[in-house]
């Protein structure tokens, strides 16, 4: 599984966009990019996921570089409720029953 | 929205007592794991279970640690004796044949005292 680097923490404000990068210099040609996000006490709840270029959905957008070693998380005008930790995840998950490994994750801090 | 549920939400026991995590997978789903956090630590993976035998466990799921399905719609996570560090939170997900995302549940607070 590649490793990846993302930041501790990120503090923003209400109404702001905020992008969350995710370095895997080591990703596999088979390998996509997952986010998932935790709130305190509850489990991780995926978000979203890609392989290239640009993903979005209703809650976020993906942005991958055509060389794919890092990607961006883009979260668009924050609310409190965004509060929470986000998890970059690199691997094979289009192979069904792939564990997911987590790393430390981005706890990011939404104030008004 | 079909969901994971798990019980109890909160388990407290004593140091060499077996327990019996439960968790009921969306289902339609073919896939289930349990993860555990420990309180102010990453989420690791424990174990995958698929066609009624585990494909995949991780260097934390020794000889103490067993999953079941019991029946159509329950998965189990035993812990056969208790150590202080099992204290942590345990989750439940489960995943389909088509799609890579994995649905966890609220996850289950293990204490032991």
């Known amino acids: 599984l590649a490793k990846t680097t993302q930041p501790i923490s990120m503090d923003s404000y209400e109404g702001q966009e905020v992008n969350i990068t995710c370095s895997h210099n080591n990703i596999a040609t088979n390998d996509y990019i997952t986010w998932y996000q935790q709130f305190p006490s509850q489990g991780p709840r995926f978000i979203i996921q890609?392989?290239?270029t640009k993903v979005t959905n209703e809650v976020a957008s993906l942005f991958i570089p055509a060389d794919r070693k890092s990607s961006t998380l883009s979260l668009p005008r924050v609310s409190l409720s965004d509060t929470a930790v986000y998890y970059c995840l690199v691997g094979d998950m289009n192979q069904a029953g792939t564990a997911l490994i987590f790393g430390k994750g981005t706890t990011l801090s939404v104030s008004s | 929205e079909p969901e994971v549920t798990q019980t109890p939400s909160h388990q407290v026991t004593q140091m060499g007592q077996e327990v019996i995590l439960r968790c009921v997978p969306i289902s339609n789903h073919l896939y289930f794991y349990w993860y555990r956090q420990i309180l102010g630590q990453k989420v690791e993976f424990l174990v995958s279970f698929y066609n009624n035998e585990i494909s995949e466990k991780s260097e934390i799921f020794d000889d103490q640690f067993s999953v079941e399905r019991p029946d159509g719609s329950n998965f189990t996570l035993k812990i056969r004796s208790t150590k202080l560090e099992d204290s942590a939170m345990y989750f439940c997900?489960?995943?389909?044949?088509?799609?890579?995302?994995?649905?966890f549940g609220p996850g289950t607070r293990l204490t032991v005292t």
């Open positions: 997900a489960s995943s389909d044949r088509f799609e890579h995302e994995q649905y």
């Open positions: 890609g392989y290239k």
